[in-house]
């Protein structure tokens, strides 16, 4: 199997697993990014045969469609889209106001509306593709962040529009939703609370919390023939986050799981 495959967001935690499995599997990976040294070093450590790196803010409508302008003329066009570029500003209400609100929603939603556009055209035109969004759990519940949360909660109605709307052109489009993943921007948390991660997994009932190739996975799968009836879809790659609640439950039952 070689496609070409656009990566956003991808120097990132999740983007590093995602062009690296890609690659793996035989396909070109456009790898894009606002960071312009973070795909450079892309390029440099997985090689500049198989991988285009390209510099463009997901916010930026005009920048994200010129660079995948530039990544097709010099790779082909794109067989699968992963919407990944994200990330969150305001904790809490609190601690949102409009600017952040602006940036978070800009970055999430209006980001992944900016890249489906890019390669939406050429996908019907040659009536087939795969889009795979990364959303979050924050999409499916409150869980903190509520402007990145909204955004992500848009990222789910967004995708059952793109499966109805894009199906009958031979076109997928699923969603990926993980919870905690162990990616770099947990670093400096990590550092001031090292057991972070293993208070955390109480929530989580299979006790663990998802690595980037956990995520890299998924999308791998939802973006593969093995898929090719699955559209539509939003997976939680969560752990068990989404299934229930386990301590609420030991606590209303008074018998411990």
Known sequence: MSRVVLVTGA????????????????????????????????????????LEPLAADVSDEAAVAGAVARGVAARGPVDVAVANAGGALGTTLAHTDAASWRRDIDLNLNGAYYTVEAVRASMIERRRGALVLIGSVNGLTSLGHPAYSAAKAGLVSYTKALAMELGPHGIRANIVCPGTVKTPAWRARVEQ?????????????????????????????????????????????????????????????????
């Not at 972070?196 to 956990?214: C, H, M, N, Q, R």
């Not at 898929?227 to 018998?255: F, Y």
Request: with cysteine; net charge negative; aromatic share 6%.
């Open 11 to 50: 120097s990132g935690g999740i983007g590093r697993a995602l062009c690296k499995r890609f690659l793996e599997a035989g396909d070109t990976v456009l790898a894009l990014d606002r960071d312009e040294a973070g795909v450079q070093q892309l390029a440099s450590e997985f090689g500049a045969a198989r």
């Open 193 to 257: 609370h090292p057991k972070i991660f293993e208070e955390l997994s109480k929530w989580y009932p299979l006790g663990d919390v998802a690595t980037p190739e956990d995520i890299a996975d998924a999308v791998q799968f939802l973006a593969s023939p093995q898929a090719r009836v699955i559209t539509g879809v939003a997976l939680p790659v969560d752990a068990g986050l989404m299934a229930g609640n386990r301590q609420m439950a030991n606590e209303l039952t008074l018998d411990p799981y």
